[in-house]
């Protein structure tokens, strides 16, 4: 009962501070700004690396195209790339040791794919407290068609997300990473596989704020 | 009688000593630098030199009655006319500590009608200013256009003047003396401009406007200083408008914000004109449209004046939740130093009109509270140069900062002369601290008279925000006890802007950002009952 009643003057006495607080200094104050940087239609020239088999590094270029509907919501209509295939030294010792062949390895070749992009997250940041630049976060879902050196065409999901930091009205240079989990069907493979993409890309961005 | 008439006799000759030495004679040794005046009578052998180190008068011009007591003269020295040339390849070989130094030497030996004299100067002076010694190079370039020995120098010499204007500079000795006086027949167009343009505003300044406008007439059109000339004019206009502002002279300040060839500090001072003079006509919308067309360099603080008028402009458009977000702005540490009693009031006063009672009277009591050492020093009739509120209010602006900030450079320059008591050698050196020493106590003096008519400007401004809060604070006490009617509903007049889809909004947490400055907007719901809303 006794630290009940403890408890409770603890909670009263905070709250009649805040009240005071709040008689003392109403209000709150916000800077409203106009975002400086509103994205339409935006292309985008990537470069990436599918980092996660063991066996190989793959290099790849990319192109895509979206559509964003407001600050928040954007379509990445389409995205297609083309890849080369690193061998790593496990694949090198394998196939000179143990006489694996070449061809045993699933490799991707190319992909094309399509995602919806949320970006919950604008802010700004202070570079050496002498400029400010701005950028966003966002977080991609899709769908993504692969084509691998031996099992063909394999369809997958992918989440992921990125960031994006703005250069001037028309230029900004976006990094994402997506997960892609290949689904089992196609070329007679019966497990799911992972496919993991880490790019940087150029955004030119057309009929927004420019 | 006799006596008388030998008396009268000696009074004439001693007349006729002193005009012949003011006057007369073209001086055989280089005038002082500081006053500009003849150092010492011409001397009878032309390469001989009286030593114009130990001569620097204190009358006159720049300088004050602390003066050094003058040395005897050394004797003259022979130079080698190959000292010159030394110099020189000194000068350009990036070496102006060891150019000056050789030419100093170089000026102080030879007579004025020597052909390199001028040139000596120049270089001389051109030094100096490399070394961060504006104020002893413009000593030396004053000296030329005052002299003008050498045309060809002259125009450099004009030239480097001008330029040196852009910085604090001696105000007396180069705009007054030297382009204030100029004979303007010879010179070079682009320098005859400036000098109009220096003379007109000399003009302006004594209430003589006809004469300003005839320099200004000659001024070419479409050029910087005709932009600059027609600024004044508008400026003295404005101040000489007793009660009607005249409507065509916001068309014509605005015409200024939009040229380019002022500066855009000029160019933000007439956007601010326009803004005042519609507040003025009670065009609150205009004036708003003319604050927002006051062009900032990015993450530049911007000026606490224009956020403090905008913000008054805000609130007579019933745009309270935006003034207050501009008053946040001014509690910014850019401006924390800021004189603005005002705030204090608007803050109370939009307190009050959202019925907030208790924040209004605290805010009005705000003011007595920071500024009341500044209040008590007024009520007592101290030194109110002495109070620091009102000393740095006094001395942020016009000409009691220009004045601050030459005094300031002249002892960070005479700090800088220390450095060089080696290379410069006794003489010079001396020399150079003489000059130093006349220009301060002169600029100390120039200083002491402004700030003690604009600290008294500053003091009337702190009483009457002091009596408008006193006011207030009766207003809101009586609000605070008023009765509320049974049934009285709450009503919501004064509403906030909602945010547009375009904008974005960052919630202040006492972290000011510069892009935020203007964008501050405050959040706080009225609680006026319906028959105190405003």
Not at chain 2, 239 to 253: C, S
Not at chain 2, 404 to 413: D, G, K, N, P, T
Not at chain 2, 452 to 473: F, G, I, N, P
């Amino acid at each position: 009962m006794r630290r009940l009643s403890l408890v409770l003057s603890l909670l009263v006495a905070s709250a009649a501070l805040a009240q005071v607080q709040e008689l003392e200094n109403p209000g709150v104050t916000s800077a409203i700004q106009d975002r400086p940087y509103r994205l339409l239609h935006e292309l985008d020239i990537w470069v990436g690396v599918l980092p996660l088999d063991a066996f190989y590094v793959g290099v790849y270029a990319q192109l895509s195209y979206s559509y964003h509907f407001s600050d928040r919501f954007a379509w990445q209509v389409g995205r297609g790339a083309y890849g080369l295939a690193a061998r790593t030294q496990l694949r090198g010792e394998l196939e000179r040791t143990f006489g694996v062949q070449p061809t045993a390895n699933d490799e991707v070749q190319f992909f094309v794919g399509s995602d919806v992009m949320w970006k919950p997250l604008y802010g700004k940041l202070a570079v050496l407290n002498r400029a400010v630049i701005h950028g966003e976060v966002h977080l991609l879902g899709g769908a993504t068609l692969f084509r691998f050196t031996n099992s063909g065409f394999r369809p997958g999901i992918n989440i992921g997300g990125g960031g994006r930091i703005f250069v001037n009205k028309y230029v900004s240079f976006r990094f994402d990473m997506t997960h892609n989990i290949v689904l089992p069907t196609g070329g007679g493979t019966t497990s799911f596989g992972n496919v993991m993409t880490v790019n940087l890309g150029l955004a030119l961005n057309f009929g927004g704020t420019e | 009688m006799k006596t008388a008439t030998r008396l009268l006799a000696s009074c004439v000759l001693a007349a006729s000593v002193t005009a012949l030495a003011q006057g007369a004679p073209p001086p055989t040794k280089p005038a002082d630098p500081v006053t500009g005046e003849p150092a010492q009578p011409a001397p009878a052998a032309p390469a001989a030199s009286d030593g114009g180190v130990a001569a620097i008068a204190p009358t006159a011009g720049t300088g004050t009655g602390a003066a050094p007591v003058a040395a005897p003269a050394p004797a003259p020295k022979k130079i080698d006319p190959k000292l010159f040339d030394d110099a020189l390849n000194d000068y350009f070989a990036g070496r102006p500590k060891d150019a000056a130094p050789k030419l100093f030497d170089y000026t102080e030996n030879v007579p004025s009608t020597d052909e390199n004299y001028a040139w000596a100067q120049f270089f001389l002076a051109r030094s100096l200013i490399e070394l961060k010694l504006n104020h002893a190079g413009a000593v030396y370039l004053a000296r030329i256009a005052r002299e003008r020995t050498n045309p060809a120098v002259l125009t450099k010499a004009l030239e480097e003047l001008q330029l040196l204007t852009d910085r604090p500079h001696d105000e007396v000795m180069i705009d007054e003396q030297v382009f204030g006086a100029l004979d303007l027949g010879f010179l070079p167009e682009e320098i005859a401009g400036y000098a109009h343009y220096q003379q007109g505003l000399v003009d302006l300044r004594v209430g003589n406007e006809r004469w300003a406008t005839t320099h200004f007439a000659k001024l070419p059109e479409g050029g910087a200083e005709a932009s600059r000339a027609k600024y004044a004019m508008l400026v003295t206009r404005l101040k000489q408008a007793k009660k009607d502002l005249p409507k065509e002279m916001i068309d014509q300040f605005f015409e200024l914000a939009k040229d380019p060839k002022l500066t855009q500090d000029a160019r933000n001072d007439a956007m601010l004109a326009v803004a005042r003079l519609r507040y003025e006509l009670s065009d609150f919308n205009g004036a708003l449209d003319a604050y927002n067309l006051v062009k900032l360099p990015a993450l530049d603080p911007g000026r606490a004046a224009l956020y403090l008028e905008e913000a008054w402009t805000r609130y007579q458009l019933g745009q309270v939740h935006a003034a207050m977000g501009l008053l946040t702005t001014l509690d910014a540490p850019s401006f924390r130093e800021e004189f603005l009693p005002d705030k204090f009031l608007l803050k109370a006063l939009i307190y009050r009109d959202l019925c907030h009672y208790l924040p209004a009277k605290r805010s009005a009591k705000e003011l007595t509270r920071r500024y009341s050492e500044s209040l008590d020093a007024v009520r007592e009739r101290d030194d109110l140069t002495r109070d620091p509120r009102l000393l740095r209010a006094a001395s942020a602006r016009g000409s009691t900062r220009r004045a601050r900030v030459f005094l300031e450079s002249l002892e960070l320059e005479g700090e800088q002369l220390g450095r060089y008591a080696g290379t410069f050698g006794e003489r010079m050196f001396g020399y150079m601290t003489r000059v130093y020493d006349l220009s301060r106590a002169e600029a100390v003096r120039i200083y002491q008279q402004r700030l003690t008519d604009s600290v008294r400007v500053e003091a009337d401004k702190l009483l009457r925000a002091a009596e408008q809060v006193r006011l207030m604070e009766y207003e809101v006490g009586l609000k605070l006890y008023e009765r509320v009617k049974k049934g009285s509903k709450l009503v919501a007049l004064l509403e906030e802007e909602p945010l547009k889809t375009n904008q974005v909004s960052f919630k202040f947490a006492d972290e000011y950002w510069n892009d935020e400055l203007r964008t501050y907007r405050f959040s706080l719901k009225s609680r006026c009952i319906e028959e105190t809303a405003r």
